[in-house]
């Protein structure tokens, strides 16, 4: 691949490749040694892509997969975990809220969250990366609103819950 044409992939899909890492990984380290190696596969990779579409979506299965190896891992598994509060990015209280809110969710519901509302993909194409039915990952999406408006409103009552959530969907009506 073209330096050039890599820097411009690398500059467009650094955030996205990094999001998903440090979602399923909490660790800030881990995260970016799971970019560089997906950015380094993505280099050497011989077969062009069909359209931009499929590339976003294998970069993004490459980094579930180095997760998931690195999750697997003797090491990953006895080592101990930094805290959680690397949420400052954010520009308001609910924005922080509901990251934090969207941290404590179990895994299959973190990535369904993440993929769905901070990365757009719709139900169908997170179905097909992550390899399970549409209606599970509905499902999924489901439940996770429902975990996240419980642990929001518990965190700052109804109303700051439901600015949060709101925020998340983009709308003005009830979840």
Partial sequence: MDEDVFRGKLKQYKDTVYRIAFTYLRNQADAEDVAQETFLKFYLREKPFP????EKAWLIRVTLNACHNLRRSVWFQNRAELPENLATA???PQDNALYAAV????EKYRVVILLYYYEEYSVQEISEMLQRNPSTIQTQLERARKKLKALLEQK???????TAIQAAHGTNSDV
């Avoid at 941290?103 to 179990?106: A, H, I, M, N, T």
């Avoid at 700052?156 to 439901?162: A, D, L, S, T, V």
Wanted: charged share 10%; glycine share 22%; no cysteine.
């Fill in 51 to 54: 359209d931009v579409g499929s």
């Fill in 103 to 106: 941290f404590s969710l179990p």
């Fill in 156 to 162: 700052g009552g109804f109303h700051y819950g439901q």
């Fill in 90 to 92: 954010f520009e308001t």
